[in-house]
């Protein structure tokens, strides 16, 4: 079994690569375990050292055509494709965001069909996919009206997924993963980074930035639990499928105010006074414009799985990160 | 009041560019009539003979870069956009729909935005885009599934036209256009071709095959309606649209039984009698894939309007193309 994740430098990315490698083996179309016995990355940023003998990495750029050939060429039986510019940049450089958002996928995908190979193909989308005009609990067959740049080139490599699927090129599946927290490490441009940094930064003695209102309501995903749901999205059976290769995921509705309240429970009302509140109408308009409730029905019959509580994702963060109890 | 349109030489093009000249006038955006005083056609195929000195004919293909950017130069007020590739083609050929219905739009909108000018952008879509497990009655927030590279085409291309138009590079809107029927002329390679020849031909003591069961039902609407409608997405103000630039057009929910009881009333059972049934179960299953029963609310709303009955759309094609009453 030979595996490949584009975005492999990045933080999703790399605790794929741990969890993967840590585990050893995926399963096969036929349903048995197949051993992983290569692990190719590839970033267009640098990678940390490599210490599995399994692990090649390579750097370079997917929007590149011929990056993405040489990368297809590889013939992983399993493509994660992660790299993507994130919702914050993508908004503020359209150019970039639909050359690496729309461009790095169309390449992939490209290459992949004209090279003739069928690999299963795990696109992580995002619920910045909806926007607009939303009923109040979103639906598997609810319309995606993104209301952000990246919103739109995320529904536009679905829909591509989808078509390559169908006519048999790449063996495709889509989980629009909900917003991640906690993630590890620096802020970054994602228009939710927020979401992490409120949590992340008091654990660790660090005041943190909170733009929105308490009560502006998110639905949230721990990244091991979104790790544990894109292996399980390669591990379906193509037929699991049937004619859509999308599923939004399971995540957890929370406001900002409960997750405060967890912190709290957790860590203490010390972590808590370390949260500033700056206000910042552009980030609330637009995580605003993502819904936060939804009946995630075809992805439990499909078998992913939520969170079980806010209070779990942040003692999950500590456990990862911090090397806390 | 300058006005483009892509697919010029089309038969959609060709009826509209028709009625916008005897109209004569465009609603500005400051809601009074300008009166039109170039027409600018572009196609890849050669135009019939020009007869009215406000019109300019381009014969050229806006998949090329380049001749995007030479038609956005022109600066027209109002871009029509209806070239493409139709369905049954779209299927048969994947490079070439890609190409023409995802890739001439990519370029029309990159061509405005890199211009720096912002036309009113009229994008005609297609039922086409929606497939797969569907409600009852599709309604203005179901979700696009596509099962044909034509519907996953024309749905990338309606949420690319969204989002130029959020970022203002255009003003967008985008007109779900149901099947046309009658269409003039010769079959042609659309998947739903056979809707208009099993009036078309018989109506001129010819045979015509139906490919279909008589239980199959459409959504369809009169190229007369189309047209209209095409016109009023041009003229309403841009705050109509809200965050939303697409609509799915008012249709008539009619089954092929039910068009051809239309035939027998307006032309007799002779002319029914030419009907032969030579089922083609992919031309079933695609067409078959397309809903026949929409809600469609928001277009009532914003003014659009359906044919009022099947009779009336045949007396309307042998009215316009027959010339007989």
Redesign the interface.
Known sequence: MHIAITGGSGFLGQKLAKALLERGYLVDPEGSDAMLEQLTLIDAVKFPRRTDRRVRTITGDICDPLIARTFASERADVIFHLAAVVSGEAEQN?ELGMRVNLGGIQNLLEACRQAGYVPRFVFASSVAVF?????AVVQ????????S?YG?QK??GE??V??YS??GFVNGRVVRLPTIVVRPGQPNRATSTFASSIIREPLQGQTALCPVSPELRLWVMSPRRAVQNLIHAAELPADAW???R?VSLPGLTVSVQQMIESLARVAGAEAVSLIKWQPDPSIENIVGSWPARFNPERAVTLGFEADNSFDEIVRAFMEDELQKQ
Chains 1, 2 share one sequence.
């Open positions: 359209f926007g607009g005009e939303l009923p598997d067959n609810t319309a995606t009206i993104p209301q740049s739109v529904a536009l829909l591509l989808n078509d169908r006519r049937g004619d859509n999308i």
